[in-house]
């Protein structure tokens, strides 16, 4: 079991001094869906783009832990503690990502002559090989023993995932994902449809395996089809790797297709209610006025 936790979350903007958080707190436990709804300018981006590390906002008061049970650390770990917690904030993005939490913007949008297949299985590396760096010394036997690589058996000994253990890998998940293999031999987001966009993030993940992805208004802008597809591979994140999503939206449609077992309103900056799947369609019929009144006793 994974559980990111935010505690008491107060952030502003880097350059200057305009509050966007006011403690926040919220749990997502790996295999939940959680879905942060909000009007616009409550802060959902801001919380989002704070747990990925982004430089434009500064972190004034709280926490954002990551703990990990042992069996989360990966089987190319093999540690004593049966958990572990780190506050995320004290680590880079790609430690960050190392540790199971998944934040798409982080990813370039656009990089000249780099297919699909050779971003992901760079980022797929990139994590294997910080995830080594920050276990490290977590048990000096593996060393000796021959570091075990992971998920797949390779030829490789220094755990990296090669090109053909790759396309395994690869096949596999676009095929859970009910993806066109053409897909993956296209270019980094060049020519990409929004919709296709959108698609890509949830193939990142699904190739990343992480404890708890964070997606950013994944709904918005798509059709009818590709929002189904989409959230087709949002529930599969949960269902085949039991990822936790934290679930960023304004509105409600989306919640049609992934259902939440958490609904969380933002208020400014703050969450000001939470409850179960009723509460988005309490939304949708009411709108968010209604929750400030309640919160607020105002109109
Ligand atoms: P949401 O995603 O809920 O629509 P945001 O987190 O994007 O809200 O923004 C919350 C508030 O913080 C808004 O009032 C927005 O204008 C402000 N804000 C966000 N980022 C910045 C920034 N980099 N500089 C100045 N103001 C910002
Ligand atoms: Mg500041
Ligand atoms: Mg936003």
Do not use: C
């Not at 755990?159 to 293999?181: H, T």
């Not at 190739?207 to 599969?236: C, F, H, K, M, T």
């Not at 509105?251 to 939440?260: F, M, N, T, W």
């Not at 939304?283 to 209604?290: F, R």
Request: aromatic share 6%; net charge negative; charged share 30%.
């Amino acid at each position: 079991m994974a559980r990111l936790e935010l505690r008491n979350l107060h952030a502003e903007v880097a350059e200057g001094d305009e509050k966007i958080l006011e403690g926040v707190d919220l749990e997502v436990e790996s295999g939940e869906i959680h879905a942060l709804m909000g009007p616009n300018g409550s802060g959902k981006s801001t919380t989002a783009k704070v747990i990925a590390g982004h430089p434009a906002y500064e972190v004034t008061e709280g926490e954002v832990l990551i703990h990990l049970d042992a069996n989360e650390f990966g089987s190319d770990v093999d540690i004593d503690d049966d958990q572990r917690t780190w506050n995320i904030l004290e680590l880079e993005p790609n430690e960050r990502a190392a540790l199971g939490v998944f934040l798409a913007f982080q990813y370039p949008a656009e990089i000249e002559g780099v297919t699909m297949t050779n971003f992901l299985r760079t980022a797929l590396n990139a994590k294997i090989e910080e995830r080594e760096e920050l276990f490290e010394g977590a048990d000096e036997d593996d060393e000796e023993a021959g570091f075990e690589s992971s998920p797949m058996e390779g030829p490789q000994d220094d755990g990296e995932v090669g090109v053909a253990e790759f396309q395994e890998i690869l096949a596999e998940k676009m095929e859970q994902l009910d993806m066109d293999e053409k897909f993956a031999r296209r270019y980094l987001n060049a020519g990409f449809s929004g919709g296709e966009k959108k698609q890509n993030e949830v193939l990142q993940a699904a190739i990343l395996e992480p404890s708890v992805a964070v997606l950013d208004e994944i709904d918005s802008g798509l059709d009818i089809d590709r929002l189904q597809d989409v959230s087709n591979g949002i529930n599969a994140l949960r269902d085949e790797q039991g990822t936790g999503i934290l679930q960023i939206t304004h509105y409600q449609r989306i919640l049609d297709y992934v259902e939440p077992d958490h609904v969380h309103v933002m208020l400014d900056g703050k969450i000001a209610k939470s409850g179960g799947p009723e509460l988005a369609e309490e939304l949708e019929d009411k709108g968010y006025d209604w929750v400030r009144d309640e919160v607020y006793g105002t109109a």
